[in-house]
């Protein structure tokens, strides 16, 4: 059985930091790029950061040089380092993975990070 599972989200001043964690299971973690989307209310789900398929790393103009993700292999868990937290940021996040070859895709089941004085 495939899981995925998130960890992590909260409520937090801005200018604060948080981060993220998603575990998987039930599928071979080296054979799916890992990455991390968002959705807030109202608007449509959005990429925040990735692995891409040869392992390097993309992520969206508005979290770059603040959200940093990772991965351990051996833990199979992929995470999301969230520094400087802006009002913006506030969403759901969806840990997600991505099959390298064909189109197998799995959706963890979110986690609300809201960026709140």
């Known amino acids: 059985q495939v899981q995925l599972v998130e960890s992590g989200g909260g409520l937090v001043q801005p200018g604060g930091s948080l981060g993220l964690s998603c575990t998987a299971s039930g599928f071979t973690f080296s054979s799916y790029a890992m990455g991390w989307y968002r959705q807030a209310p109202g608007k449509q789900r959005e990429l925040v950061a990735t692995f891409t398929r040869i392992g390097t790393t993309n992520a969206a103009d508005s979290v770059k040089g603040r959200f940093t993700i990772s991965r351990d292999s051996a833990k199979n868990t992929v995470y999301l380092q969230m520094n400087n937290l802006k009002p913006e940021d506030t969403a759901v996040y969806y840990c997600?993975?991505?099959?390298?070859?064909?189109?197998?895709?799995?959706w963890g089941q979110g986690t609300q990070v809201t960026v709140s004085s």
């Open positions: 997600n993975a991505k099959a390298h070859f064909g189109v197998r895709e799995y």
